[in-house]
């Protein structure tokens, strides 16, 4: 087989920088570069529709603006997330404690009444 082609089916997709999406589409790339970029989006459906919406935005220089505010209102609900998960987890323990307990406390009963059916 040929050198390249062994090349191309090794060859890791990068992910795209912030840097690099913001320069894309200002088209501010050199053609191998945007190359790479559109290479990288075949292999990647979300990065691929994020762009088109992207392309979208009549004013491109607000679009790093936009960006921020999509991080910052991921890092909120990632964040809400983990707050609730960690709740859940709480709650999880504590029923988990109390059906131990009332578990202990059933057997302890059966334990009880065998003891003094057999010692009457």
């Known amino acids: 087989m040929h050198n390249d ?3 191309i089916l ?3 997709v990068q992910p795209i920088s ?3 999406l913001v320069k894309y589409l200002t088209g501010e790339l050199s ?3 945007k190359h790479n970029i559109e290479e990288s989006l075949l292999n990647n459906n979300i990065e691929a529709e994020a762009i088109e919406g992207l392309q979208l935005v009549k ?3 607000k679009i790093q603006q936009y960006q921020l505010e999509i991080q910052k209102s991921l890092r909120e609900k990632l ?3 983990s707050v609730k998960r960690k709740r859940n987890k709480q709650v999880q323990l504590s029923y988990l404690l109390l059906m131990t307990g009332a578990l202990l406390a059933f057997i302890l009963l ?3 009444v065998f ?3 057999q010692h009457n």
Do not use: M, T
Request: glycine letters at 0%; charged letters at 35%; hydrophobic letters at 35%.
């Open 10 to 12: 090794s060859r890791k």
């Open 110 to 112: 059966i334990w009880l």
């Open 31 to 33: 053609d191998a570069e």
């Open 59 to 61: 004013n491109q220089e």
């Open 79 to 81: 964040q809400q997330k």
């Open 115 to 117: 003891y003094f059916l």
């Open 5 to 7: 082609l062994l090349d």
């Open 18 to 20: 912030n840097e690099q």
